[in-house]
T-cell receptor, first 111, second 119 residues
Framework: GEDVEQSLFLSVREGDSSVINCTYT??????LYWYKQEPGAGLQLLTY?????DMKQDQRLTVLLNKKDKHLSLRIADTQTGDSAIYFC???????????FGKGTKLSVKP | GAVVSQHPSRVICKSGTSVKIECRSL??????MFWYRQFPKKSLMLMAT?????????EQGVEKDKFLINHASLTLSTLTVTSAHPEDSSFYIC???????????????FGPGTRLTVT
């Protein structure tokens, strides 16, 4: 299977919370990352979590990490239309820290 | 924050011609640059990793003679698609990293991408 897996689509209403899930196979990554890609643009680092942490909160973003189950999630509180984008989770591999991305979850926010 | 630019943002070329894409780190020195290819509804596929002043390391299945990468300075890497064909049409994204962070933290800054269409 893929190294990093994500569901492809998520649709929520404005003001609701969004939860984007990710599972991974390689547990050697010291950090795990969430990137956001808006249409026709490159990737922007949203947040990251150290592998020894269970949770990290940064304003509207909450990252949960379950190392036992190799499961990572990103919760966006009070989702806005501007949050509509593709969200990628990623781990780092190897001595050069090459990022390995999931296929991305397309978040659609309906007004 | 760190800014990475790509040029051009969009290019259309005829089959058989070569196309060069530039990736620049504008406000930091990038010791390592990465080139990705993104297919519709698919993840980013790492094509190659380049370190300044040395040859690029290509991922398995990526033709190094077709996708020429030059990392001539700490702020510039170029990807040349040689003898382009329609199947090379894609969204190409570069990223740059200043230094490997302490404790295994690898933050990469991404360019805005280049849409290549080969007719």
């Amino acid at each position: 299977g893929e190294d990093v897996e994500q569901s492809l689509f998520l649709s929520v209403r404005e003001g609701d919370s969004s939860v984007i899930n990710c599972t991974y196979t390689d547990s050697s990554s010291t950090y795990l990352y969430w990137y956001k890609q808006e249409p026709g643009a490159g990737l922007q680092l949203l947040t990251y979590i150290f592998s020894n942490m269970d949770m990290k909160q940064d304003q509207r973003l909450t990252v949960l990490l379950n190392k036992k189950d190799k499961h990572l999630s990103l919760r966006i509180a009070d989702t806005q239309t501007g949050d509509s984008a593709i969200y990628f989770c990623a781990g780092a591999r190897g001595s050069q820290g090459n990022l390995i991305f999931g296929k991305g979850t397309k978040l659609s926010v309906k007004p | 924050g760190a800014v990475v630019s790509q040029h051009p943002s969009r290019v259309i070329c005829k089959s058989g011609t070569s196309v060069k894409i530039e990736c620049r780190s504008l406000d930091f020195q990038a010791t390592t640059m990465f080139w990705y290819r993104q297919f519709p509804k698919k993840s980013l596929m790492l094509m190659a990793t380049s370190n300044e002043g040395s040859k690029a390391t290509y991922e398995q299945g990526v033709e190094k003679d077709k996708f020429l990468i030059n990392h001539a300075s700490l702020t510039l890497s170029t990807l040349t698609v040689t003898s382009a064909h329609p199947e090379d049409s894609s969204f190409y994204i570069c990223s740059a990293r200043a230094v490997a962070g302490g404790g295994g933290f690898y933050e990469q800054y991404f360019g805005p991408g280049t849409r290549l269409t080969v007719t």
